[in-house]
């Protein structure tokens, strides 16, 4: 089958480092996606990895392992806006469809301590 | 810059009466989508259209239609609302082809309960 799976949460406090890992099992992968969605709010895209390695975008890095089916999102110089819910994807066959859809994880809360 | 637009942003139903969410974007984007978002489960794709004219649907479409109206809209209707479906809906849409496929873009959410 086919499953996402991240920790359901995390705190840390302000001005630390935090990474919240996310393992994946899917029949083919193309890629692992990072969104954030606050409380209330709609999720939005904070990277992409298709191939091995470390992606940064400013504070924020997404690391792949292909051969591990693992990736992490790294938080660091943590501020109290990054309080929120950090979900994983990956883009898989759903059996009703015929093209690959993204497929969420459900979600790390992360609480960010002053 | 609008982005996607989603209405209404509240409603409450009765069980088994009918409605339709709407959902518009202006990002000249094929692709659209509507999931569902329950506490702790994530989202789950309802329906998707790749294109204008399509619609598939995705993991969870039991209770669900969809109409593809345009490029730009993409509405999703409850024709007999179940307590089931009490949860926060999101429409979003993305380019397609790519890389640039994975990066979807939401809209802000409609919560809808059913009593």
């Known amino acids: 089958g086919q499953s996402l799976e991240q920790p359901s949460e995390v705190t840390a406090v302000e001005g630390a480092i935090v990474q919240i890992n996310c393992t994946y099992q899917?029949?083919?992968?193309?890629?692992l996606s990072w969104y954030q969605q606050h409380d209330g709010g709609a999720p939005t895209f904070l990277s992409y990895?298709?191939?091995?390695g470390l992606e940064e975008t400013g504070r924020f890095s997404s690391f792949l392992s292909r051969s591990d089916s693992y990736g992490y999102l790294l938080l660091q110089e943590l501020q109290m806006k990054d309080s929120a819910s950090y979900f994983c994807?990956?883009?898989?066959?759903?059996?009703?469809?015929?093209?690959?859809?993204?497929?969420f994880g459900s979600g790390t809360q992360l609480t960010v301590l002053p | 810059n609008a982005g996607v637009t989603q209405t209404p942003k509240f409603q409450v139903l009765k069980t088994g009466q009918s409605m339709t969410l709407q959902c518009a974007q202006d990002?000249?984007?094929?692709?659209m989508y509507w999931y569902r978002q329950d506490p702790g489960m994530g989202l789950r794709l309802i329906y998707y259209?790749?294109?204008?004219?399509?619609?598939d649907k995705g993991e969870v479409p039991n209770g669900y239609n969809v109409s593809r109206l345009n490029k730009r809209e993409f509405s999703l209707r409850l024709e007999s609302a179940a307590p089931s479906q009490t949860s926060v809906y999101f429409c979003?849409?993305?380019?397609?082809?790519?890389?640039?496929?994975?990066?979807?873009?939401f809209g802000s959410g409609t919560q809808l309960s059913v009593l």
């Open positions: 979003a849409s993305s380019v397609t082809g790519g890389s640039t496929v994975e990066k979807l873009f």
């Open positions: 899917t029949s083919g992968f193309y890629g």
């Open positions: 990895n298709a191939l091995d």
């Open positions: 994807a990956v883009r898989v066959f759903l059996s009703s469809g015929s093209a690959r859809q993204l497929t």
């Open positions: 990002m000249n984007h094929n692709s």
């Open positions: 259209s790749a294109s204008e004219g399509t619609t």
